[in-house]
């Protein structure tokens, strides 16, 4: 299978679940512009809820340091905690937040770089929420909204590298198969976790 052919796949096998999340209240909230700021703060800690395990989980495996990843570049539970401190959170309230324990396989390479695909995708998205957000909240690109302008102007060249480093270390049609899984698993238990109940 080539590069372009498996670029494919995960935008096709995992549109429908993407298109679900984008969908949730939260996210359709902030485009109507109509999202409070405890829905945001709210938003936000779901989002850590679900990044922060796995992180922490990732830079354990055995293989990490061989993927070319940097936890200090693509690390987003960090930015989260500086979100919610930002909007008045205490690190002891940010310490209670509930961790999702329904979280997708990332125990291979192929399965760390289907999770990675869904979270750097997002970045993309999360452009347009910062533009729409710095619109009617009181938060800033530096303040409160670090998560969503997370590479800020540099967004399309680290989406770039971090393509480039997925097509390097993914390269059989097993891991392929992985990956997408992994992908569309991640998608879903989003999904699962931010329409569901506080």
Excluded at 133 to 151: C, K, M, T, V, W
Aim: aromatic share 10%; charged share 25%; net charge negative.
């Amino acid at each position: 299978m080539t590069t372009v052919n498996i670029m494919e796949r995960l935008k096709s096998e995992t549109a429908h679940y993407h298109r679900q999340v984008e969908q949730n209240p939260y996210a359709r909230a902030i485009m109507d512009k109509t999202i409070t700021m405890d829905q945001y703060i709210a938003y936000l800690k779901k989002f850590y809820g679900f990044l922060k395990p796995l992180e922490d989980q990732a830079v354990q495996l055995p293989f990490w340091e061989k993927t070319g990843l940097d936890i200090a570049v693509r690390g987003k539970a960090n930015l989260l905690e500086q979100d919610l401190m930002n909007l008045g959170l205490s690190r002891e309230h940010i310490e209670q937040i509930p961790l999702c324990d329904q979280l997708p396989d990332i125990s291979t390479s192929a399965g760390l770089f289907g999770y990675l695909y869904v979270i750097e995708g997002s970045t993309n998205g999360g452009q347009i929420m910062t533009k729409r957000l710095s619109q009617f909240l009181p938060i800033e690109a530096d303040h409160g909204l670090r998560y969503f302008n997370a590479y800020g102007t540099e967004t399309r060249t680290r989406w770039s590298e971090f393509m480039q480093m997925l097509q390097k270390s993914i390269n059989t049609q097993g891991d392929h198969d992985i990956m997408v899984d992994t992908a569309s698993e991640t998608f879903r238990l989003l999904d699962h976790l931010i329409n569901g109940s506080d």
